[in-house]
């Protein structure tokens, strides 16, 4: 029978040579049975019993776990150990020390039982396992301290605890179900849905950690390529305001700078406007969808958008930067600006220049320069009434104009 409040594990196979607790929680609950035990001789039978496969089917209730042992010859005994229950006081303060800190209820989920826990536990006046006398036999064989039986039933119980720590909360007095729908309840707010797990993990857990954990892996062999995030693309609709087009863009782009990042292709670049990250975006968007989006969160038309990419492919942020902006040469960059115009050409061929702003328009043509911030000069021509961009820039407005006046090879 397996209701909340017992639980009832089958007989194990004889175990040649192997330990009975390889957790350190069941070899806790074994120490409180050689400790306290008058007669270690017994001890020593009730594992000879139960490693030989004596012990039958156990069953674990609140406050006491039975079952019935055979001996060598075949006179079966049922024996009986108890164990204080928890008071509903001390369970309260129990599951309040557990969910307040983030790393327990996942740990017992994963049937670990880490030693903060015992010892945060412990601290709140709560001991999990059992002490020194605390294992209390009760044999019909009619031993009145630990029999063979009875050590047997505790060796058995140390292989079923090594597997489940929830078996000694069982003991202890609550179920698993029921311990959960506690905990449960307990992170809750009050309209029932789960609060937000606390982020992160406590810095004193983390730190305590660092020196049992074994030093990260090798970063394995870098892929040809960067890998295809999953398709987004599946039967269900999408939620309002999801589109799913775009986060797998956005995940597709995360993957290949993630790529150049382990490549050492790339260094982190100064931080990009919106605006800035949108055109750096759109240079690699296939989706005509996402273009449009990123046009249209950035106040752009497509074809403004379509110049931006344009211009970032020629030369990143300045480059852009030199196509959406317009700005005031005064100073010494004027004066730096009209010595390289002066020195570019020889007199009978320099061509005539009307500056406004950054920007110089050979008079009665469609080529113009741009200067950027950095000194350099960025080729445009006007094409359909607007200025375009018409190559990368170089320190030479000679160089510059002779790129901007070559017939574009396209229309
Ligand atoms: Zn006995």
Redesign the pocket.
């Known amino acids: 029978m397996n209701d909340e409040n017992e639980r009832t594990f089958a007989a194990f196979p004889p175990a040649h040579g192997k330990g009975f607790a390889q957790t350190w929680w069941g070899q806790a609950w074994l120490k409180a049975l050689e400790d306290a035990a008058l007669d270690s001789a017994q001890v020593k039978v009730g594992r000879r019993l139960a490693r030989a496969g004596a012990v039958g089917a156990v069953s674990v209730r609140p406050g006491r776990i039975t079952a019935v042992?055979q001996d060598r010859d075949r006179t079966a005994?049922r024996?009986d150990v108890l164990l204080e229950e928890l008071s509903a006081e001390q369970w309260d303060r129990f599951l309040d020390m557990t969910v307040e800190r983030a790393g327990h209820v996942a740990a017992l989920l994963d049937r670990d039982m880490p030693p903060h826990l015992v010892e945060d536990a412990a601290a709140a006046g709560v001991d999990l396992l059992p002490g020194l006398g605390d294992l209390e036999p009760e044999?019909?064989?009619?031993?009145w301290d630990h029999?063979?039986?009875?050590a047997a039933l505790c060796y058995q119980v140390a292989r079923l605890l090594d597997q489940d720590p929830f078996v000694l909360l069982l003991m202890r007095g609550r179920g698993e179900r029921a311990l959960l729908d506690e905990l449960q309840d307990r992170t809750s707010v009050p309209d029932g849905t789960p609060a937000p797990a606390p982020e992160g993990v406590d810095a004193a857990e983390a730190f305590a950690a660092g020196d049992i954990l074994p030093p990260l892996p090798a970063l394995p062999e870098l892929p040809e390529e960067p890998g295809t995030p999953p398709s987004l693309d599946t039967e269900t609709p999408a939620p309002p305001g999801v589109d799913p087009a775009a986060l797998e863009f956005l995940a597709g782009r995360t993957a290949v700078r993630a790529y150049r990042l382990l490549d050492g292709q790339d260094v982190f670049e100064d931080e990009l406007t919106v605006a800035q990250d949108a055109v750096r975006l759109a240079v690699d968007a296939g989706e005509p969808t996402v273009r449009e989006r990123l046009a249209e969160g950035t106040g752009r038309t497509a074809e403004e958008l379509a110049l931006a990419v344009g211009a970032w492919r020629d030369g990143g942020v300045a480059a852009l930067d030199v196509l959406e902006e317009e700005w005031a040469v005064a100073g010494e960059t004027l004066a730096r600006a009209r010595a390289a115009l002066d020195s570019a050409w020889d007199d009978d061929e320099r061509p005539s220049l009307r500056a406004r702003g950054n920007r110089w328009t050979v008079v009665g043509s469609s080529s113009q320069l741009r200067l950027g911030r950095d000194g350099r000069w960025w080729p445009y021509r006007k094409e359909r009434g607007r200025w375009v961009p018409a190559g990368g820039a170089t320190q030479d407005p000679a160089t510059a104009l002779a790129a901007a006046q070559e017939v574009p090879l396209t229309g």
Request: aromatic share 0%.
């Open positions: 042992v005994h024996a044999c019909d064989c009619g031993a029999c063979g039986h009875t």
